[in-house]
């Protein structure tokens, strides 16, 4: 079967860094995506890997290894805004997105 | 401002009533999709469409039914309402699918009762 993990729940320090990571197992691999979700909204696109190494983007990276089936997203110099859960998606062999559960992300100050 | 539009926000529901979630686009793009989102799951793909005119099933397509007549609407059936379908429903949006980001509406939370 198809399955992507991540971890329920984490909790960081305003300023500090936090990394969450997921990992998979899919019928076929077409790009890996994250995704940030607040609460009571829309989740929003943050990147996309489909060959391994690190994308940065601002604040955040996110990071690829195809051979050990696994993904982190680095989040900087972390804000309360920040506070979100944070989804992480496989595009499978049929172009379909395969949804992890989403890791809650609980910044204090 | 360009973007998906969901409606009804929100709605209660009697178990057996027909429903029709909706859903516009304004992007011209081709892919579209309907996820369920249920507290500890992942999205869920319901149905979705490459193009106007094609649909197809996703994980978990009992239930429900979808059109796609043309390029911006793809409205979501539910024919007879059961209450394990009381979930929040996001449409979404891509250029393309599979490797292009998917723009979501900000979601209908269904109750059925």
């Known amino acids: 079967g198809q399955n992507i993990d991540q971890p329920t729940e984490m909790t960081a320090t305003e300023g500090a860094i936090v990394q969450i990571n997921c990992t998979y197992q899919?019928?076929?691999?077409?790009?890996l995506f994250w995704y940030q979700q607040h609460a009571g909204e829309a989740p929003t696109f943050l990147s996309y890997n489909v060959l391994d190494g690190l994308e940065e983007k601002g604040r955040f990276s996110s990071f690829l290894s195809r051979s050990k089936g696994y993904s982190y997203l680095l989040l900087k110099e972390l804000q309360m805004k920040d506070s979100a859960s944070y989804l992480c998606a496989v595009s499978d062999s049929n172009y379909q997105l395969i949804w992890g559960a989403g890791t809650k992300l609980i910044i204090k100050p | 401002i360009a973007g998906i539009t969901q409606a009804p926000t929100s709605q209660i529901l009697a178990a057996g009533r027909r429903m029709t979630l909706r859903c516009t686009q304004d992007m011209r793009h081709n892919a579209m999709y309907w996820y369920r989102q249920d507290l500890g799951l992942g999205l869920r793909l319901i149905h979705y469409s490459n193009t106007a005119g094609t649909t197809g099933k996703g994980e978990v397509p009992d239930g429900y039914s979808v059109s796609r007549a043309n390029t911006d609407d793809f409205p979501l059936t539910l024919a007879s309402a059961v209450p394990s379908q009381t979930s929040v429903y996001f449409c979404?949006?891509?250029?393309?699918?599979?490797?292009?980001?998917?723009?979501f509406g900000d979601g209908t939370r269904l109750s059925i009762l």
């Open positions: 899919t019928s076929g691999f077409n790009g």
């Open positions: 979404a949006s891509s250029e393309g699918m599979g490797n292009q980001p998917q723009h």
